[in-house]
């Protein structure tokens, strides 16, 4: 099987971070997405894995879904095999568990991102589903919280003829 290029493994794997819903399936997420020694950058400003897991965990609260949408993904490299760094726009959609009206309130986050991913030799690396050695070295993201607009049904005014 052949292995996926750069931006089909980046999807996948930060994909598979925002979407997990069970705390298992986003800590394995968090270990086959990055390097031990990752670089992260939030805002610009210097960040640690650890508190990027927290964020995105604390975001995972009370959200009962997940929708995401990828816009102007680019790649450095040609081949699976050489370091190659992806960026791109990554909005998700969560729909929370608490309702505004009659739908489910929703929260929007845009993430402008910007990933190395490469190969890692080291022995104590775990490998994906795939046997994937690839880990984000390296991440810069910028992220904004937002609510979707709530539309309310337009009133009509009550018709006075029926009532006479």
Not at 9 to 29: K, M, P, S, V
Not at 87 to 94: E, M, P, Q, S
Not at 134 to 148: G, K
Request: hydrophobic content about 35%; overall charge negative; glycine content about 4%.
């Amino acid at each position: 099987m052949s292995k996926p290029d750069s931006i089909s493994w980046t999807q996948t794997h930060l994909g598979a971070i925002y979407e997990a819903r069970e705390d298992g399936l986003f800590a394995n997420a968090f270990g086959t997405a990055f390097s031990p020694s990752c670089e992260v950058r939030v805002d610009h400003a210097p960040s640690t894995l650890d508190e990027l897991r927290d964020s995105v965990s604390l975001r995972r609260a009370a959200t009962r879904g997940v929708a995401l949408s990828w816009e102007n993904v680019i790649s450095t490299g040609k081949s699976p095999d050489e370091p190659s760094v992806v960026a791109g726009t990554l909005i998700i959609t969560r729909s929370m568990m608490f309702r505004i009206r009659a739908a489910a309130a929703q929260r929007l986050t845009h993430i402008n991102f910007s990933a190395k991913v490469e190969r890692l030799e080291d022995s104590n690396v775990q490998t994906d589903e795939n046997d994937d050695p690839r880990r984000i070295t390296s991440l810069y993201i910028t992220s904004m919280d937002t609510v979707p607009p709530i539309h309310f049904t337009t009133p009509h005014p009550v018709s006075q003829e029926g009532q006479e």
